[in-house]
């Protein structure tokens, strides 16, 4: 069983930044894609970012590609998403997602684990 732990969220001014963070239990972690979700009140839950099990291969939803940057450390456990120049529109509560693959996935349902959330809101 893995268990994700996201922070970092907050309130922020349209322009700013912020990184998020998640932490990893468990002994898999390094053998796992991890990936980056995010879902907006009253919509489904969209994919931001993935990345693989070394950390050599990573994409985006074009919605982000070039202000969000996702990356791993892997004696930490930890997976982050810097954000930068954020955007009213990129308000959401944000997960953070483990998958048993090594290989990054898009998809919501290829993912094994989640964690609880942590909430960005972006004013303008």
């Known amino acids: 069983q893995v268990q994700l732990v996201e922070s970092g969220g907050g309130s922020v001014q349209a322009g700013g930044s912020l990184r998020l963070s998640c932490a990893a239990s468990?002994?898999?972690?390094?053998?796992?894609?991890m990936g980056w979700f995010r879902q907006a009140s009253g919509k489904e839950r969209e994919f931001v970012a993935t990345?693989?099990?070394?950390?050599?291969?990573?994409y985006y939803a074009d919605s982000v590609k070039g202000r969000f940057t996702i990356s791993r450390d892997n004696a930490k456990n930890t997976v982050y998403l810097q954000m930068n120049n954020l955007k009213p529109e990129d308000t959401a509560v944000y997960y953070c997602?483990?998958?048993?693959?090594?290989?990054?996935?898009?998809?919501?349902?290829?993912?094994?684990?989640w964690g609880q959330g942590t909430a960005v809101t972006v004013s303008s």
């Open positions: 997602g483990s998958r048993r693959s090594r290989l990054t996935s898009i998809g919501v349902p290829e993912y094994d684990y």
């Open positions: 990345i693989n099990w070394s950390g050599g291969t990573t």
């Open positions: 468990g002994s898999t972690f390094s053998r796992s894609a």
